[in-house]
């Protein structure tokens, strides 16, 4: 029988209701696992207890350590496929972070529920029973790091959380499923395609996140940099444009070696520079902006980070979004 190994984290696929019917972290991975029917039918699991939390507390260093937990996993050559249990939350942020960081060709599969352990028709452990399938499967070999949840397999690279509380909530756009987890077999619809590797760095550099909005001033870019930071991905409008007060602030940090990366509100498409107006994305690429093209927020922070642990050149790290994106 083939050896998987869980990873449990937290998030509400392992919470129960509290007095007030407020949901809080209550079960442990081995809980987790008791509740899932059949499951000795399909693998021998054995369970990794990192945390139990929710997923707001998977913060940069914590994706290092957990990376770092699965690495050691895989160097038993014994271990056919890792399943983390997770909070929706952050889920698609934890599995980018280790499809950057882990080059190896078994499955590892990231799970998580809408409905808390005390609900009934929680729909916990169908997802785990699902992901483990999923681990075992022969077809499995070299698809990337993954994301399961109702019967939906989806690419860590695409996949976005696109529904507060529905199970139907993970959505890759454009791309699609990468595969569908039926009762007798699992359907694979699309190949994986592995991009660059990141060593895990020691240090995370400080990147920030941030949402343009109408009327923002470089001030808060001056600030943030006075306090450390060394980079920003700047949530743009549209094709990547942003308002025309920005630009001064942009410039100072550009000179100043901090890199800017432009992603977009808008959740399918390209960025790209093409407008010349003030604010206009073909202005932001002269003072030295990089584009994501398509890389969501989220994701394009802990592409900078990593690849500000490897560069601080700015034509590198726009090589580097280019090709994740071309993928
Ligand atoms: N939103 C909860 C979840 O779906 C909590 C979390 O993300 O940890 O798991």
Redesign the pocket.
């Known amino acids: 029988m083939k050896r998987v190994i869980i990873i449990a984290t ?4 392992a919470m129960k209701k509290n007095d007030l019917g407020e949901s809080v972290p209550a079960v442990s991975g081995r809980e987790l696992l008791q509740s899932v029917p059949d499951l000795a039918n399909i693998a021998a699991c054995e369970v990794v207890e990192f945390s139990n939390v ?3 507390n998977m913060d940069p260093q914590t994706l290092v350590k957990l990376s770092a937990v699965v690495q050691q996993c895989l160097a038993d050559p014994g271990i056919a496929g890792i399943v983390i249990t997770h ?5 698609e942020e934890t599995a980018f972070f280790l499809e950057l960081t882990i080059e190896d060709k078994r499955p590892i599969i990231l799970t ?3 409905r808390d352990a005390s609900e009934a028709d929680s729909d916990g452990p169908r997802n785990i029973k699902n992901a483990v399938r999923v681990a075992t499967d022969p077809d499995a070999m070299d698809r990337g790091v993954m994301v399961l949840l109702n019967e939906e397999i989806h690419c860590a690279r695409y996949v976005t959380k696109a529904h507060t509380s529905s199970v139907a909530s993970f959505n890759s756009g454009p791309f699609g499923l990468l595969g569908y987890c039926d009762v007798d077999r699992i359907n694979w619809y699309h190949p994986h395609k592995a991009g660059r590797f990141f060593a895990l760095p020691e240090k995370v550099p400080k990147v920030i996140p941030l949402l343009v909005f109408t009327g923002m001033e470089s001030s808060i870019l001056r600030h943030l940099i006075s306090q450390g930071t060394e980079g920003f991905v700047l949530e743009a409008f549209g094709r990547g444009n942003m308002p025309p007060e920005l630009e001064n602030g942009i410039e100072w940090a550009c000179q100043k070696g901090i890199p800017i990366v432009i992603t977009s509100r808008s959740p399918d498409g390209r960025v790209l520079p093409i407008y010349a107006y003030p604010g206009g994305g073909a202005r932001l690429k002269k003072l030295g902006c990089i584009f994501s093209e398509g890389l969501s927020t989220a994701k394009s922070r802990l592409l900078l980070m990593l690849a500000l642990s490897v560069t601080r050149d700015f034509a590198e790290i726009q090589a580097i979004f280019s090709q994740e994106v071309a993928l």
Do not use: E, H, V, Y
């Not at 937290?10 to 696929?13: K, L, R």
């Not at 909070?87 to 889920?91: C, V």
């Open positions: 937290g998030g509400t696929i929710a997923s707001c909070g929706t939350d952050t889920l998580a529920a809408q």
